[in-house]
């Protein structure tokens, strides 16, 4: 091979790793782009719970009857979302999912009914920001056993020291924020 096609070759492969090396590191900066868009959407998302949950005692307290606010929760939530199936022409596995997702799967709306429920009657009475702080801190208690032991398919992410300490924290504020 002469020595011309020799050094043709070594550029072309040189520009292949660098095109790769560019590639690796677009895809890197959007892993870590996209992992933060995330982080704030939970953030929005957490900041919606509050205003849902003053919004449902609300309700509550005009129907004399939570748990009619929560139902009225649930159809409202489940009309948008049918709403939002059709229009996205979401595909209806159903009856796979029936034969195949283990039997804990199913029970995500019984938990939700708890959930609503046990917020629209807590608000009024504990207050937004002592009931959330609760719920937050029962969250993370149990995220981080669920995180430990792997439980429903959750990645293992060992408990340590600065897991333990952010609860702690969680608890102090929880403290304060009853107090005062």
């Not at 091979?1 to 070759?9: A, D, E, R």
């Not at 868009?37 to 953030?43: E, R």
């Not at 702080?133 to 056993?145: K, P, R, T, W, Y």
């Not at 600065?162 to 102090?172: C, E, Q, V, W």
Request: hydrophobic fraction near 60%.
């Amino acid at each position: 091979m002469p020595k011309n096609q020799i050094q043709i070759s070594i550029l072309q492969t040189a520009k292949f790793h660098f095109l790769i090396w560019k590639i690796r590191m677009f895809v890197l900066k959007f892993r870590y782009t996209m992992r933060y868009f995330l982080m704030l959407l939970a953030l929005i998302a957490g900041c919606l719970l509050p205003v849902q949950a003053s919004i449902n005692a609300k309700l509550g307290s005009f129907l004399k009857a939570p748990l009619m606010a929560a139902l009225v929760n649930f159809m409202v939530g489940g009309f948008i979302l049918l709403l939002v199936i059709i229009g996205t022409r979401t595909p209806n596995n159903i009856m796979q999912a029936v034969k195949e997702a283990p039997v804990y799967s199913w029970i995500g709306g019984l938990m939700g009914c708890i959930y609503v429920s046990s917020i629209i009657f807590l608000v009024p009475r504990l207050g937004a920001a002592l009931s959330f702080g609760l719920i937050v801190a029962g969250q993370l208690v149990f995220s981080m056993i669920l995180d430990h032991y792997g439980l429903f398919g959750v990645p293992v992410q060992p408990v340590n020291w600065g897991r333990i300490l952010g609860i702690l924290l969680i608890f102090a504020g929880i403290f304060l924020i009853q107090k005062f």
